[in-house]
């Protein structure tokens, strides 16, 4: 997708900023939550989610800690991370 960086920037800033929705391409999109309370948007195949705090993962601990980590997925592919602010592509290891 075109643009993705600067797109997961702004959802990430709605989503941390904790705003109900966000306008992307003049359409508003309400975030969503799962039953953790873990939020997240689909926006055309891809699912832009935050990093859910009570996992016992390396990221659950820092979303503990306060660091903000919003992940990028289409399908099962994690494409890309926000942490803290600074947007990561996700290469695939060979």
Do not use: C, P, T
Not at 37 to 42: C, E, H
Not at 68 to 94: A, C, H, P, T
């Amino acid at each position: 997708m075109e643009n993705l960086e600067s797109l997961s920037l702004e959802i990430y800033n709605a989503m941390f900023g904790n705003k109900k929705k966000v306008e992307l391409e003049n359409i508003e999109y309400s975030f969503q939550k799962f039953s953790s309370g873990v939020k997240y948007i689909d926006y055309f195949g891809y699912r832009f989610i935050e990093q859910n705090r009570n996992k016992k993962s390396e990221w659950g601990k820092k979303a503990r800690e306060g660091h903000k980590i919003m992940w990028v997925i289409k399908g099962r592919r994690y494409i890309s991370q926000i942490f803290d602010g600074e947007y990561k592509e996700l290469k695939k290891k060979n």
